[in-house]
């Protein structure tokens, strides 16, 4: 047995009663009541880094939520591996969907339930307890940094200007990042794409007041039923997206690669029983799995006007508003696409209401390159743990940094995520298997050995 | 001068105070947590009538709120009016858009401000008022009943059984109703008629949860794109609602209707820049007063659903519900028109999600007959008080309990409303111009009087 195995045994229920104490605090980026939430996790986060076995670690002000930087360098001559993570999270609500609150982490059936817990305090942790435990067993085969931002969750407004500012700090060899997730730890896969992200806020405006609904009705134009239709304009009966461009720059995967892909286990009956839904949606002519890895979509995040409340009132709202994000694939660019549905809803608008709409956050997609070192080194590590190699999938959800990072370090990044589908992410009860945590913690040290084993083999 | 005007002159700055007490009373009957209010409402409406002269006052109780009950019975042989009313308020958000607080009545410019001003707590008081001056100066020609509600904002669903209960203390000669508008003081009209309600909630469920709109997007139907679709389709291009049967019951107007109707004063720019729209909207072929008047319309009074709060999260939400509601016209009927609804939201739904429609409230439609005693009383009343002949005008609005009134009690019902379109009902600021509340107190009792001559020449 592997020596940091024998220490992850003895002190692994310790690991979990820490993320515990990390889960525990509200770090939502998204909400300013949050702020000295944010500062409070940012430095429990430098103390988890410099408990592990850090040599030094700081956190780094920004325009928005801090930066935790922390780094142990064994050797400059070895091979370094930059670690990214998020210590910030989603909103909760609805608050009342939760079995336990989001903020008083609960174990139920094996499964620690907290907002963070998968997504991303519960992997990115996975990191810090591993550095400790080739720490702690002398078994640190590569140098190793922590980049632990708060904004991930809004999409990294600071994150750039740090990165630019701190080339130096953050040279590497490698990016590691866990927040993703894999099929099951039966069938452990690897994510080597994450699609990119184009969020945008449409609002539509008609009277300058609301109005009585039985006064006005029929005269003027209602923002509500105008929003409607702009909506369902944007997909067609096969639900392909009817903006005009947007496939544009797509890159069709070749009919190999989408019969590899057709290769990874799927149980339509199984999927559809875990979400509550008669039958699946999606555009014609691309499996489920496409749909949400090669395909660009575009949802409704959110939407919002006129009288909520309980009973009813006869109002014809003055306002209309909606929260729609594309999830973008190579060769898709944020900046293009955001500004294609701006323009596109603000054209459509009819003139009897008016429209804003801005921009809410972006990011593009990213691709791990299957011959990197990288790449090679994490399939050898799951492959060890695990006892079987694993699948390589193209994920669905956007991690918006990869892209700037790759540019600003000119590295490239490999998505070792241990969490599942199932995890309720940004939803109501998200949870993190114990096993997937424990797991993780004991495939990241192969990872940093391989890591460095096939960085020796190339020079 | 009249003798009740005299009285009028010395004491309206005092009515006036007395209106403002009854304005800040939060009787909004839609909301459980203000039911104290609803009973500390009515006891108060109770006063002002035992105030200003009436034989006998009395709360009944009903499965819902209490309604109000007062009379003044000069001598049974002469003709009965029965004034109906209600006391009941609309909700009062959005909150912020209010200048000054909704149960604080302010006076700005001539106009008092506060929920209820207009609709309908400043109008029915005008009639309570009528009383005190022709109680007080000797000269009432007519017995006077009061029948005051608490829940027409609701859809008056105990007034029915109250009315059928109660048939011979209702017992009365004309129904007397002041909850609609007029044109100006300039232009008084008549309302001759109010559209009927058919008002529903539309609930669609996707996934039983939140989903990451990553993860899942593009291969699970969002309810909210649902949702938009299935509102999208009721409308044509030329505004003309799509749901199959929907006009099936309009009565026509005459081409020579909508001939006198086109001569009522209608300046199409200050309506707009009242409003602050660019270009009004409505079904095609028909002008503004015949949209709001003679044509059965489909509103969207609310829509919500996933994430609306500051920033973005990249949510699929699992449900998207909407209140919607159609105004209607003779001889549409509500509660086939409210199946219409609810089945046609039913019926498009995809098998992707699941839809769960229900009723809200209903009315039917009603129009007094320009040839009635009441009609003729109401148009001389307001000619001996403005000087000018009244305009008949149809109204866009809905009083549901109209013809549940005329078919329990089996009398007509005449409407002289004296508030204007302008007055923010159901709105933030809702007002009533002072001047229109001293003119509406100053015209009833002619109305009286009038009604006493025209029943005597019928006898």
Redesign the interface.
Known sequence: MQAWKTYQDQHQERFLEELKDLLRIPSIS???THQTDMQTCAEAVKKSLLDAGVSKADIYPTAGHPVVYGEKIVDPAKPTILVYGHYDV??V??LD?WHTPPFEPTIRNGMIFARGSADDKGQFFMHVKALELMNQSGTLPCNIKFIIEGEE???SPSLGAFVSAHKDLLKADVILISDT?MISLETPSIEIG??G?A?IQVEVT?????????????????P??V???M?????DENNHITIPGFYNDVLESSAEDRKKMAAAPFNEKEYMRD?????????KGFT?NE??GI???L???????????????????SK????I?A?LVPNQRAGKMTELLLNYFKKIA?????VQCFE??GGEPYMTPLDSLAYKAAEKAIEASFGKKPVPQR????IPICSLLEKELGIKIVFMGFGL?SD??????EKYDIANFYKGIETIPYFHQYFAEESQKKS
Chains 1, 2 share one sequence.
């Not at 979400?275 to 555009?283: D, H, N």
């Not at 959110?302 to 009813?312: D, H, P, R, T």
């Not at 209309?320 to 929260?323: G, I, L, N, Q």
């Open positions: 998204s909400d300013s989603q909103p609500d609805p969907l969750e809004i999409g997730s994450v699609r992200l969020y008609g009277p300058n007041r609301d109005l009585h609904s039985g006064v006005y009705g029929g005269a003027v134009a209602n509500v039923t929003l409607a239709q909506i369902a304009s944007c997909h979400l509550g839904v008669k039958s699946l949606w999606g555009e489920t749909r949400t395909r660009p979509t949802e409704l995040n959110g939407i919002w006007g006129g009288f909520q409340g309980e009973g009813s009132k006869t109002v014809l709202p209309a508003s909606a929260k994000s999830r009819p003139p009897s209401v008016s809410l956050h994920g669905g959800g956007s589908d309720n992410l940004h939803s109501p009860n």
